[in-house]
């Protein structure tokens, strides 16, 4: 009885902490700081106005880009790894938004990445041409991206699978592993308006992996014990 109470502890104590950790953790929260003040690395033009304020970033680019990024070597994915994007913002309207404009993009060492234009009434993958996915404008919507080996992603909008695709080569894409968000877009006197909340990116292992050996292994010390 004891053996048996000792292997299920083990277990349970086990699923909490093997589904809360991560190899690697950004968060940018709109309630604090500007994002280069939390590791994001800013790449911006003149003509471009920020705000903090009711726990929003608010960025305004007139002719202008403004745009953040992240580099990690935790990108390159292991086996039983995913890199988990997760947002929640909204651009405006009212504002000349292009396609292409307001953007979230995911690259990888391939020069290869899923891009995503996020306008005011919709969200689409700029180099696939892949939807548009149709959103209420106006409001904030909240975005899933996951990978298990920066080629093949899901994305999801509010809770609900909007797209389903493949990375792919884009002009001007890094040939590193990176997250990039913001307006990335200038010419033809564009001007984008667009309130951030926040933006998460998390390198996660399988939580299935780390309680396939943890059973094994008390599989092992309980035959040990009956010899």
Not at 39 to 66: E, K, N, Y
Not at 77 to 102: F, I
Not at 164 to 188: A, E, L, R
């Amino acid at each position: 009885m004891s053996k048996r109470i000792l292997f299920c502890a083990l277990v349970l104590c086990w699923v909490p902490s093997a589904q809360g950790e991560s190899v690697f953790s950004l968060r940018y929260d709109a309630r604090f700081q500007y994002p280069e003040s939390l590791g994001w690395q800013r790449h911006h033009s003149s003509g471009v106005t920020r705000t903090l304020g009711s726990g929003v970033l608010r960025v305004s680019a007139d002719d202008a880009f403004d745009f953040y990024t992240i580099q990690s070597d935790a990108f390159s994915l292991a086996d039983g790894e995913s890199l988990v994007v997760r947002w929640r913002m909204r651009t405006l309207e009212g504002g000349k938004t292009g396609p292409g404009q307001v953007t979230l993009a995911i690259h990888n060492e391939s020069a290869e990445s899923a891009w995503f234009t996020l306008s005011e009434g919709f969200v689409a993958d700029t180099a696939l041409m892949t939807g548009p996915i149709f959103v209420e404008t106006g409001v904030f919507h909240e975005y899933e991206f996951r990978t298990d080996d920066m080629s093949d992603y899901t994305l999801m909008v509010d809770g609900e699978l909007a797209i389903d695709g493949t990375f792919s080569p884009s002009p001007g894409t890094p040939d590193s592993n990176s997250v990039s968000w913001g307006d990335s877009f200038i010419g033809s006197g564009a001007q984008s308006i667009a309130e951030w909340d926040f933006v998460e990116v998390t390198v996660v292992p399988e939580p299935g992996a780390a309680m396939v050996l943890l059973v094994a292994g008390g599989i092992g010390l309980m035959s040990r014990r009956r010899r």
